[in-house]
């Protein structure tokens, strides 16, 4: 069946290092990938999203690329703030079903 | 716009009592989800509703579970006789249809003494 494979946490970083979270997948047909992130205390919210091979998805200086050949869809930010300490989440979305099969979730602290 | 929205934000409850929880969903969206999100076992698929039916209930853990969604809007999760494994984070999500991106409520917290 589908799965997300993400990396284990926690990460710590130091604020304006490069961040990446490593996800891959496992899935037949063309799925869908997310990530979304949980900040503490709140609910889930959609940080950035690819449908199709080769696109990349970004929001909030973050980004992700589709990418079929690995099977991968690494989360990346250039330089990380405080603000964004939260667990992140790598999901898939079949084509065929319509359950997100998330990853475990990667906690990231970012310390000034 | 309001987003999805959950009742009660906390719950406790006794071993082997039930219990209901409640989603709003987005206004106008036609498919639902409920979650559980719980340390040892992640982010787990329970249900999937659109409109009213529920073709997909594979990720219901046991007949203790169950849900109904009324007039394409409100649902409610009802777990019977609470046992202690089902404490955690239900999470409920809706969308505006089928394969559509999906937009979280804040949870309810079930904690089962």
């Known amino acids: 069946g589908d799965s997300v494979t993400q990396m284990e946490g926690p990460v710590t970083l130091s604020e304006e290092a490069f961040l990446t979270i490593n996800c891959t997948y496992t899935a037949t047909g063309y799925p869908s990938l997310f990530w979304y992130v949980q900040y503490p205390g709140e609910g889930l919210q959609l940080l950035l999203k690819a449908t199709k091979a080769d696109d990349k998805g970004s929001n909030k200086g973050f980004e992700a690329t589709y990418r079929k050949e690995t099977t991968s869809f690494h989360l990346e930010k250039g330089s990380v703030q405080v603000s964004d300490s939260a667990v992140y989440f790598c999901a898939l979305s079949s084509n065929s079903g319509y359950a997100l099969n998330f990853g475990k979730g990667t906690s990231l602290l970012v310390t000034p | 716009g309001a987003g999805v929205s959950q009742s009660p934000s906390n719950k406790v409850t006794e071993k082997g009592k039930d219990v209901e929880l409640r989603c709003d969903p987005i206004s106008g969206h036609t498919a639902l989800y409920w979650y559980r999100q719980s340390l040892g076992q992640g982010l787990e698929f329970l249900i999937y509703f659109q409109g009213n039916s529920a073709p997909d209930k594979s990720g219901l853990p046991s007949d203790r579970f169950s849900a109904e969604r009324t007039g394409g809007s409100v649902s409610t999760l009802t777990i019977q006789r609470t046992q202690q494994e089902d404490s955690a984070v239900y999470l409920c999500?809706?969308?505006?249809?089928?394969?559509?991106?999906?937009?979280f409520g804040p949870g309810t917290r079930l904690l089962v003494l």
């Open positions: 999500a809706s969308s505006p249809g089928d394969l559509e991106t999906q937009y």
